[in-house]
Each structure stands twice: as C-alpha cells, then as structure tokens.
C-alpha cells in the first residue's frame, strides 16, 4: 500500500501528538441541540462544549444514511468508492481492502478502541470486524440495540457475545469508554470512537429526560418546529409522544457530558481532541406512511434546512459538528467553512503523525487550516450519493454552490448493482447554500456557461467513483424513497 507521511507534530510547532475521541450520535438532526437553535431542547454539556471548541454551521455527515455514513468517516472516502452504497447486510460490507483511521493510527503507536453501533458487516465470520480494522478492543453491537436502548442484549465484545448489559445503550458504552480509558497505559496516545444508539429509533429514555419536556412552555413552542419542509401527518405523534425523542436528546447529552467529565478528572482533557457529530439527519417524521409505530415518535429537526434522512437536501447530510482541542483550537468560535466526516482521516493522519494512503482516492482534507482561522483548498469537491429513486442521487458542493443529480429511473426489474454501474445523471438542481441555505431558489432554470461547467464536473467525477466502487454479486433491488421534498 502507497502511504506518504502528514506534516508531523514538530513541524507544526507542537511535539505532543494529541489523544482523539469521535462520538457520533445516530439520526441526530442539525437542529436539534440549543446550540444549534432548537426553541427548547436541553442540551447544556454539548452547549458548553461548544462554547470551548469550534461549531461548524456547514459540516456534513459523508452520506444520509447510517452504513455509508460510517464507511466515509472512517475511510475518508465517499461511500461508493468503498462499495457501501447503502445499508450493509448480506453481500454490502467494508470490505478489507479499505485502510481506516483505525489502523492507520493502531500503526502510528496509538491504542484504539471501538464502543457501540459499527453497522459496516456483520460479526458471524463473514466480514470484517472493527477488530480486522484497526481497533485493538471493540465492544459493539452489528445494529442498533434490538427492542430498544434499555438494557441491550446484543453487543459483542472483541468477537464474543456479550449478553443482556444492563442501562440505556448511550450509558452503557460511555461506561465501558471510561473503563477502558482508565486501564489502558498512560504514556500511550489513544483512538477513541463511540457511537450511540441515540437518537435512532426505538426511543425509550428514562422517565427523568421525558419530564422535564411537559412543560406550557414546550407545548407553546412546538409548532416553531420544521421538519424539514415535511408537511406533518393528521395522525402525527401528540406531544406526549414527542417528549420520547426530546428526553432522548438530553439523555444523549448527559452520556456524553459524564464522558467528558471523566476526561476532565483524568487529566485528559488538555491534549484530547475530541469531536462530536452525526451520522446523518433526523428520521423522517412517521416514516413513509405515517402509521409507522416506531417513526412516528420522531420529533427530530433539521432546522431551517431541506431534507431529512435519506435525502441530499441539506436537511439529509448537513449535521451538528463541534470540535474541542484546548492545546490546539481557540475557544469560542464558529465557523462557516465547509467540512465533511471524510475530512477526518487526513486530518487526525496529520495531527498524530500517521501516513496517509496514496494508492487511493481520498475525498477529505485535513482541515487544520480552519483551527488557526484559516480556509480549505480542496482539489476535489465534497460529494454524497444516495440510490433511492425520485430524489437527488448525487450531490457535489462547491464553496456556497450545490449541485443535485437526479439519475435516470430504472428500467423495471433493474437491480442496485447493475443500475450504478450503468446510469448517468439526467437533470439538475442548482443552489447557492449561503444565500438559500432552505434550498427554496432552483438556480438551474437559468442554463449558464457557469452550471454547464458544473454539470460536466459532476458527470466526470460520477463516472470516476462508479468506475472505482466494487461491483457486489447482488446488492438488492432500488426503492423508492422515504418522503418527499
């Protein structure tokens, strides 16, 4: 494997290589902490986080659903080029061949360790597990928690089962990440990736979260909600119902504030990067029909953005994205500079003296440049792809520009594999997300020398990521998708 080392630690002026914490929440929109908006949500540890890090109000999850989303963060990779398009399951996996941060950073020196939702493979022999990929211990579940957070049965630890745990699944792994921040050696830079079942369905928090939401006050406010353009149902969740997904909120919160708690008696936290994100936008609100028992308790929010899971409106992939580095990074800022989950791997290379991968593509940057204040060169632009039908499947950003492919529809009977190796782009969107930022303006009806030259880009780099991507023996049928925009 071609590698080529980042800028070390000495020459950029700091000779200790930081410790790295990723805590990605699931389905948790954009809008749906204080920090970012929300009316009411409560949500203090996160809030003061970032008040002592950088908020980014454009960073993206590399895909709008959940594997893929994962596959990109820790390849820095678009999904395709990995083969994840889309949720893994029989024949859709990370495969081996892909070089993660794990690995890259397990080889530079550093402990590292998985906790919580992998969602790349299974754990039966047939795929890799967080263990085949750079993880020295992995205490994990293959999905989300089955029948719900409380008390999850099915988390596997360093490829044994573990059985019934006992507490809500966003405690249950932030216990195990401080245990095993305490035992591990002192002198030994660490990894750390955590990710919550929170605030993916089921949803279930303690009592405790749900009381502090039946208040005049919330129900006051609860119709200022959007929901990403999305007209609710007649039958939608009551508010009772909605408080499962705002006590979720603030539980999530909690978790995450008891993680950095424990950091802070460690004496970690000095030198401990620590960045929080989503995989991807809130659940679609009552699912597709409305009558879905699980969605319909989803009151997540993307804002004032278009879009929510599932989609490529900014609603879908836009995500909360806090960053804290006391040794590092200026507190108190708030940055508008694009950035992605695929950034991640050349920027954690660059900061922990690992090599990065030269004998791939890479759709990241190291964004160190926005720590000191400074903007991002990219030779390539940010990219998503998504292959549901009668939605945007390809969206490429370009500064304050996006650009939305719609592909051609299938031919009837047409499988996954067959139509992604095959089909071209056939129309266009076009927005100006600094001026639109609800993607309400479709610039494209202007037909300009400007969007042709946009429209050939993301033809040619559609063409080069389909050719890249592996070809799966099948990878399932197309589906229509989940709500529309």
């Known amino acids: 494997m071609g590698l080529r080392r980042a800028r070390s630690s000495a020459e950029r002026g700091n000779s200790a290589r930081p410790n790295v914490v990723v805590f990605l929440a699931d389905d948790l929109g954009y809008g749906d902490l204080a920090c970012y908006g929300h009316p009411f949500m409560k949500t203090p540890n996160l809030d003061e986080f970032a008040r002592q890090g950088i908020r980014f109000t454009d960073c993206y999850s590399a895909a709008p659903i959940c594997s893929p989303a994962r596959a990109g963060l820790l390849t820095g990779r678009c999904s395709y080029r990995t083969g994840v398009y889309h949720l893994a399951g029989d024949n859709v996996h990370l495969r081996s061949e892909e070089k993660t941060i794990a690995e890259l950073l397990h080889d530079a020196g550093y402990a590292t360790c998985f906790l919580g939702k992998w969602h790349l493979g299974s754990f039966d022999g047939r795929h890799p597990t967080p263990g085949d990929q750079g993880f020295d211990h992995w205490f994990a579940t293959e999905v989300n928690s089955f029948g719900g957070p409380q008390n999850p049965e099915n988390f596997v630890c360093n490829g044994k089962p573990v059985g019934p745990t006992k507490g809500w699944y966003c405690d249950v792994v932030v216990n195990d990440a401080i245990d095993w921040l305490k035992k591990r050696r002192p002198e030994q830079p660490f990894f750390l990736e955590i990710c919550t079942h929170e605030p993916h369905t089921p949803l279930d928090p303690p009592a405790q979260y749900m009381r502090m939401y039946d208040t005049p006050e919330v129900r006051a406010l609860e119709d200022k909600i959007a929901y990403g353009r999305v007209p ?54 009552g699912g597709s029909t409305g009558l879905d028992p699980l969605r319909r308790l989803c009151a997540g929010t993307p804002g004032r953005l278009r879009g929510m899971k599932r989609h490529l409106y900014e609603g879908g992939i836009r995500v909360p994205g806090i960053i804290r580095w006391p040794k590092g990074i200026r507190p108190g800022r708030v940055c508008s500079e694009p950035v992605s989950s695929v950034d991640l791997l050349p920027t954690l290379c660059e900061l922990c003296d690992a090599q990065i991968p030269t ?115 099948d990878a399932g049928g197309i589906k229509p998708a989940v709500g529309r925009f």
């Open 232 to 285: 609710r149902y007649p039958s939608d969740n009551t508010p009772a119902e909605k408080r499962y997904y705002y006590g979720t909120v603030t539980q999530l919160d909690a978790a995450f504030g008891s993680l950095m708690g424990a950091l802070q008696e460690m004496g970690l936290v000095e030198n401990t990067l620590v960045i929080f994100t989503s995989d991807n936008g809130p659940e679609y609100p």
């Open 359 to 473: 004998d791939r593509t890479l759709d990241g940057v190291s964004i160190t440049p926005v720590f000191e204040g400074g903007t991002l060169e990219r030779t390539r632009p940010l990219c998503w792809n998504i292959n549901f039908t009668g939605v945007p499947n390809m969206a490429m950003r370009m500064g304050d520009e996006v650009l939305l492919g719609f592909a051609q529809e299938p031919a009837a009977g047409e499988r996954i594999m067959e139509w992604i190796k095959t089909t071209k782009m056939a129309r266009f969107e076009l927005y100006n997300l600094r001026t639109d930022a609800s993607q309400k303006i479709d610039l494209a009806s202007q037909k300009t020398g400007h969007l042709q030259s946009l429209i050939t880009q993301m033809n040619e780099l559609w063409s080069e990521i389909r050719r890249q991507g592996p070809t799966w023996p």
